[in-house]
Each structure stands twice: as C-alpha cells, then as structure tokens.
C-alpha cells in the first residue's frame, strides 16, 4: 500500500493518506477524530452518501423514464443518513413502524415511503394507513385480510403490492437470501395468482402492482434478471418494485457490480419482461451506505500466537456480521498502513466467536494504537448491541474537514433508561 495519496473503493470516496501516512475521512484527521470523539466510533464521509445516492438516481433516470430510488433504511437507520437522502429526492423503503417513524421524521414524504415485512402488526399497518404510506408490500394471507379490514373509510382504499417470491437463489449467505422457495417472505409464485384475484376483490385495496426482492450482498447480475422474468407470468401491473440486493467490496479482492451496471442490467429485464411504460422502484440499501462509513477502534492489548491476537474496544455489539454471516473485512493500523503481522482481530465481549477479522496483515500492532475498519456502514449501526453492558458508538459525519456528531455515544446511564422501579 503506497505511504499517500488515495485509497482502494473499499474506503469511503475521497479517503487518503497524507504525506505522513495518516489518515483522512471527508477530509479530517483520523487520530483528531478519535481523540474528540472516543472509540469504537462509526466515522461517515458525507460526500460518499451523497455521491452514491446521487448515481442511482442518476442511472435510473437515464434508462427509465418512471422510475424512483428507495434506500432500504435497515441498512442504516440513522436520522441524518435518511435526512441527507430525502434531500436527494430519495424515498424509503421501511420494514417496521419504527423504521417508518424515523423515515417520516426525516421528512420523506409518506408518498415516497414503501411498507414491507412478512409479519406487520396491525398497529404497524395502522400507523402506515393513519400517514398514508404510499405503498404497503402484503406478505401474506393473514395480512391480507387484516389490511382489509383496517383500511378503507376516509382515507378510501390502500395502495398495495403482492410480494412475490420468485424462487430464484443468489449467490450469498443463506441468511440474507429471501428469494428462494423456501423463503419466509412472501408469496410463492402458486400463491401469488390467488393473493392477486383476492386483493382486486377487496373493497379497501387498491393493487398497482408487484413487489420482489431475492436477497443481499448479491455480485452476480443474472438473478435479478431470471426473478423478473419469473414475476412476469403473473399478469401485466403499473409498478414494479424489484428490490435491492447489490453487493459491494468489503475487501479489495472482492469486484462487484458498478452501480450503473446494476441498474443498467435491472431496467434492461424490466423492459423485456414487464415492459418500458410501467412505474419502476429499487431498494439499494448495503450498496448507498456500506464503504460510506469506517469503524475507529482504540487497541488494548495484544497478545502473541500463531496468529497474533489484537483486541479492540468494540467487537460484536458494534459490527455483528462476521458472528451472523462470517463476513469479511479489512483492517489497518492508523498511520502505519501495509504490514505483514499476521493478526487476528477480535473484540472484548465475552464469546470466543467475538472475532471481527480472522487473518489480516497488519503492521506491528501494540496497545494504544488505533485501528480502522473500512466498509461498516451497512448493518453496523443497524445491529449494534449492548452485549456485556457495552454503550453503542456514536456515529459521527465528515465533510470538508468538519466533523459532527448526529447519533451521540450512549452512557452507561443510557443502559438503564428504561427500567421501571
């Protein structure tokens, strides 16, 4: 790795490595960073959310004309992430009614917001019919008949689409795969037909359209197309929301998709399945966030082994992924990148399985240092934790060398905040 200058699509854009090797986010210095803020702390480059939203809206525009981005807000459900995005004319897409709480006090227009999940409640479908939510995915026949009944009245009849399960696989973990036939997510493709003829029956629902998603952290293109081509059989609607799903690098080995091939490949299914003159929506989450954002860690011990064991202050109550999918990451330490210690990076909770990187290079690690993880924007806020007690990190937002905090580090008082006597 060079001593300057620009770093790898695995680092938030415009990240680099002064003349004396440390490090720049959104122009501020990583070690200022972590002396003002503390670790473990999510570090954000605006700019980077803001160029990537504003290539998918771009891309899309281009090659269709109705067309609208969603950000699947589990990805990040972060106030001034979804503020930043409304500001780019990016909708929601939200999965429960917290998620739907925070996309509306960001100020997404409730037009631009679509309901999914496979078991709402219905006070989640309450509060969607009482905001006018745009647009709720049905995930069921149980749903089904509860939306039925909730709806209607003043508001008239809730716009929905079916949620179709294509029965068509990515490549990915079997945890983040949904569009298989044994998916618990909505409607085999035996099933949907009749979800069909029942929502055009109900007097309360009004159904557009379609709604599909096969899965996450997808790098091979083909699967969207064949899931299109599956839906199509089902009869000719006006909206189409084909999901989300594209995968990025979390190392630099890893090469997927550009986001213009993404969409590029997406439209082109649509308009040979579905046609040019419908009304398209996708829901990036992973691919608008994930290399946005690192992780700062304060080291605070190391210890010798075959690999050498380097414990940082955060581990799985701040990034759960390599626990739930083993997924992979990269590591440096601040202001000596490049290395060839053999490491293993691991937290300080109480689990053996508390590893954040198995094997990874580093460059003579010891206590005090400061370790950064690139590529944690994508489900390491979403899933944080208080395993062992352990406040969750604050997430801080960099641009031009400014530095704000717009989710504070919780207290240990925080912890007990909800207790009752």
């Known amino acids: 790795m060079a001593a300057t200058g620009t770093l790898s699509r695995v680092w938030p854009l415009g990240s680099r490595l002064d003349e004396s090797g440390n490090l720049e986010l959104g122009g501020c210095d ?55 995005f409304a500001g780019e004319g990016i909708g929601a897409d939200v999965a429960s009614g ?7 006090a960001a100020g997404i227009s409730p037009e631009r917001i679509v309901l999914h999940g496979n078991a709402k409640s219905a006070a989640e479908l309450e509060y969607a019919l009482r905001e ?43 945890a983040i795969s949904t569009g298989q036939a044994e998916s618990k997510f909505g409607f085999s493709l035996a099933s949907a037909a009749e979800a069909i003829v029942r929502v055009q029956e109900s007097p309360t629902l009004e159904l557009v359209g379609l709604h599909v998603h096969i899965g996450s952290q997808l790098s091979e293109l083909d699967p969207f197309r064949r899931a ?44 040979d399945f579905l046609g040019e003159r419908i009304r398209l929506l996708l829901e990036p989450g992973r691919a608008l966030v994930a290399n946005s954002c690192v992780t700062l ?24 992924r390599p626990m739930l999918y083993g997924a992979p990451y990269e590591a440096e330490i601040v202001g000596r990148f490049g290395g060839a210690t053999p490491c293993r990076v ?19 690690p010891r206590a005090g240092d400061l370790l950064v993880t690139p590529a944690t924007g994508a489900y390491g806020h979403a899933l944080a934790n208080n395993y062992n007690g352990i406040p969750r ?28 006597g």
């Open 228 to 271: 299109t081509e599956a839906i199509a059989q089902l009869g000719e609607f006006a909206v189409y929301d084909l999901g989300g799903g594209l995968g990025v690098a979390y190392t630099s080995a890893q090469q997927p998709p550009t986001i213009e091939q993404y969409v590029d490949a997406t439209v082109a299914a649509a308009h």
């Open 98 to 104: 917290g998620e739907l709480h925070m996309a509306l």
């Open 393 to 420: 990190p604050p997430v801080i937002f960099c641009k031009d060398g400014d530095a704000r905090v717009v989710v504070r580090r919780e207290t240990y008082d925080d912890l007990g905040a909800r207790d009752v």
């Open 132 to 174: 006018r939510v745009g647009l709720i995915a049905l995930d069921g026949f149980d749903e089904l008949e509860s939306l039925t009944r909730l709806a209607g009245g003043e508001q008239g009849a809730q716009r929905v689409l079916v949620r179709v399960t294509p029965d068509v696989r990515g490549d990915t973990h079997p």
């Open 30 to 84: 990583a070690r200022e960073l972590a002396r003002e803020f503390g670790t473990p702390a999510y570090i954000v480059a605006e700019d980077d959310l803001r160029a990537r939203a504003r290539a998918f809206a771009q891309a899309l525009a281009e090659r269709h004309a109705d067309a609208t981005v969603l950000f699947a807000t589990k990805a990040f459900p972060c106030t001034a992430v979804l503020e930043l």
């Open 297 to 320: 860690y304060g080291v605070e011990t190391v210890k010798p082994g075959p690999l050498t064991w380097v414990a940082v202050d955060g581990g799985m109550s701040d990034n759960l």
């Open 346 to 364: 691991v937290g300080k909770h109480c689990e053996s399985g508390d590893v954040l990187i198995s094997d990874v290079a580093l460059d003579e």
